[in-house]
Structure formats: structure tokens, C-alpha cells
């Protein structure tokens, strides 16, 4: 779109603030409505009487919004989510909440759905435990396992509330929520579940589904970042979460090597049992105790 095709409708004044503000953006992307104000000849609440907010007139010049918006949007999104939910978040809140127009909300996220994909990607430490997978594609589950917890819990140690609410989002239900989850999980599962059954193959861990074994391995750290607060005034002391991840670690380490078969001592047929003196069973072959 033109300046000249954006400015129909808005009379000469709001003509001149769009040919102004194409000229001081296009020197400046940051500048502010008080520099197009001075640039158009007109005070900064003329400016905002035809554009309510910067988006507003980026949307007006066709240009793409600032890059501070998507973070901004992002931000403000995760904000809501911990308050009402998704089904109570409000495009048009999210929208004045981030300084950004409601048009601008939808160029970057057209839905709901979009928007917790987003947000899933943004506070979910996802990409960072695909890098360290594929990174260390060769490492044992000892080494990769606790580093992954470490990785993981790292990341979402300043924004457990957002986790909180997505994680909840996702358990009821929700199918914004649901389809917004599937494409950042499905990456990771792809990963996560390509290295799980290299190391089957191996014989390092123990041969189950794959989708089990990966929730398997996710839940115990997930459980636990999700009722911290919960657990240590229970337990009434602080666990250190470094601590806490290693331990869990080891535990589900544990629970995923593969049984070592037991080998059980064949009693010959005919053979009677007689107690030792440390009390456990020993076969004869029926002939008489000589001590006795």
C-alpha cells in the first residue's frame, strides 16, 4: 500500500502525518509520534487522534511492526494466560497491554492457537532440549538424562507461573491450547523419541513404547516444577533445585536400564530340601545326614 492509497479518508492532516511519518521512519524505525508530530507540523494529540497507537499507523504505511512487538505481545499474552486462562484472553487486551494495535496482534499471531504456540516456544525450554539432544546424539542416557533435567529446569525456573498456566491449559483440554502444543511438542518427540530408540536398540534402556518412555522421562521433572512451592512447605525445608533434578535423574535413570535377568538354581528332580545353618533351603539327593 502507497501513502498516498493509505491516507484515503483522512483528510489533509491525516495525510500529511502519514507522508511524514514514511519520511522520519524511513530514516529513523524507532522514531517516536513525537518526531512525526514535529515532522507533520502538528502536535503529538493530533497524531494520536488519527492513530491510536504506533501499530496503528505502521498498519496505515504498510510497514511490518517494530521488532520490540512480538515480544511485547508475547509478554503481555503470558501475563493473561496466568490471570484468566486462554478462553478468557482477550485479543483486544493483549492488544492495549502491549502498546500495539489489535490489527497488530493478528498480523503476528492470526489466533488464539497461534498465539499459544508462540508462547509455547517462547517459555517452554523446547528448542533448547532438542539442540542439546541432537548435540549430544551419541552421549548415554547418563550423561544426556541429568543434562537435560539441568538444561530444562534452568530455563524455566524465572517463569514457572507461565509454565503453570500452559501445562494447565493443555490438561483441560483446551483446544487452542491443544493445537497450539502440538506442533512444538511433535519437534521435540521427533527428536527425543529418535534418540529413546537408538538407545533400546543398544540395550541401554529398557524396550516399551516410545511415547511412554518419553513421558516417562519428562514427568518426574514436569510434577515437580509444577508443585515446588506446594512440596517445600509441606516438607517444610527447601530442596535445592539442582539438587532435586540430579536426584530425579538418577531415579528415572533407574527406572528406564533394562532388568538384568535372574538366574534361579535348578533343584535336581528327587532332591529334598534341608535348612542350613543361615537358614536358607539346600538340596540333598534323599540319603540320610551322616550327622545325624
Known amino acids: 500500500m502507497t501513502v498516498a492509497g493509505a491516507s484515503d479518508g483522512l483528510g489533509s492532516t491525516g495525510s500529511r502525518i502519514l507522508e511524514a511519518a514514511a519520511r522520519v521512519l524511513a530514516v529513523d524505525p524507532s522514531a517516536s509520534f513525537a518526531a512525526v508530530a514535529d515532522a507533520a507540523g502538528v502536535s503529538r494529540a493530533t497524531v494520536h487522534r488519527y492513530f491510536r497507537t504506533r501499530g496503528e499507523l505502521l498498519i496505515a504505511l504498510d510497514l511490518e511492526p ?8 508475547l509478554a503481555a499474552a503470558a501475563e493473561l494466560l496466568g490471570h484468566g486462562g486462554l478462553v478468557g484472553l482477550s485479543m483486544d487486551e493483549v492488544a492495549v497491554r502491549a502498546g500495539v494495535s489489535r490489527a497488530t496482534v493478528y498480523r503476528l499471531f492470526p489466533g488464539r492457537d497461534a498465539l499459544f504456540e508462540a508462547l509455547v516456544s517462547a517459555y517452554a525450554p523446547l528448542g533448547r532440549v532438542i539442540a542439546l539432544i541432537e548435540n549430544g546424539a551419541d552421549d548415554p542416557p547418563e550423561v544426556l538424562i541429568p543434562a537435560g533435567y539441568r538444561l530444562a529446569a534452568s530455563v524455566v525456573a524465572t517463569d514457572l507461573g507461565v509454565l503453570r498456566a500452559m501445562i ?8 487452542d491450547a491443544v493445537e497450539g502444543a502440538v506442533r512444538p511438542f511433535q519437534d521435540l518427540f521427533r527428536v527425543l523419541g529418535g534418540y529413546l530408540e537408538r538407545q533400546m536398540a543398544a540395550g541401554r534402556i529398557v524396550t516399551m513404547d516410545t511415547m511412554l518412555a518419553a513421558q516417562a522421562l519428562l514427568s518426574p521433572l514436569l510434577y515437580h516444577l509444577l508443585t515446588w512451592p506446594l512440596a517445600s512447605r509441606v516438607a517444610g525445608r527447601d530442596i535445592p533445585l539442582d539438587d532435586a533434578v540430579d536426584q530425579l535423574a538418577a531415579v528415572v ?21 534341608r535348612h542350613t545353618s543361615l537358614g536358607g533351603p539346600t538340596p540333598t539327593d534323599g540319603r540320610a545326614d551322616p550327622g545325624r
Open 66 to 73: 517494530d521488532p520490540g512487538a512480538r515480544k511485547r505481545v
Open 168 to 175: 494447565a491449559e493443555v490438561a483441560s483440554g483446551s483446544p
Open 253 to 273: 535413570l533407574r527406572g528406564l536400564r533394562p532388568v538384568e535377568p535372574t538366574h534361579r538354581r535348578v533343584i535336581p528332580r528327587g532332591a529334598s530340601r
